[in-house]
Structure formats: C-alpha cells, structure tokens
C-alpha cells in the first residue's frame, strides 16, 4: 500500500485534525473526520438510495469544505497513479 499523506485541516488545533491521505496502489483516497451526530447520520441515511443503515465496514465523516483543495489534490494523485 502506497499511501501519501496530502494534507490536514489548515485550521487544525492538532488535537482534532481531519486529513487527507491517496493510496495510489488501491486508487483510493482516506479521510479522517468528525463523526456526525446521530441526528445527521439518521438524515444521511434517510437521503440515501442504499438499503438500510450505514454497515459496521464503513463510516459517515465530516470534512470542512475549506479541505477540498486537499481532497482534489488526493484525487489527482489516485488518477496520476492509474496512468503509470
């Protein structure tokens, strides 16, 4: 697993940091969040076309919109690996 670190919260206190990293070799990206409330999770799965509730595998987190430069950057990175 290749994973590259890309970034973390600009505003981060260092206590609570969401961050981004790639994982060239699985073209996937990794978010660290907040967990959302229990009412947000609810709304999440409520709006969704899947079946049922969120499985135990996988998570709903939280990423502040000023990260999106970072996660664009992370995308770039999985793409660029798919064209080695």
């Known amino acids: 697993m290749a994973v ?3 970034g973390i919260d600009p505003n981060t206190d260092r ?3 969401p961050t981004v990293w790639a994982d ?4 996937e ?4 969040g907040w ?3 229990r009412e947000t999770q609810a709304d999440c799965e409520a709006s969704s076309p899947a079946n049922g509730p969120v499985p ?9 919109a000023r990260m999106i430069p970072l996660i664009r950057e992370a995308c770039d990175a ?3 690996a798919q064209l080695r």
Do not use: M, N, W, Y
Request: charged share 30%; glycine share 0%; hydrophobic share 40%.
């Open 24 to 27: 060239t070799d699985a073209q």
């Open 29 to 32: 990206i990794l978010l660290q």
């Open 56 to 64: 135990e595998t996988e998570a709903i987190v939280r990423i502040p």
């Open 78 to 80: 999985v793409e660029r």
């Open 35 to 37: 967990k959302p409330s």
């Open 4 to 6: 590259e670190f890309v």
């Open 15 to 17: 206590d609570h940091c």
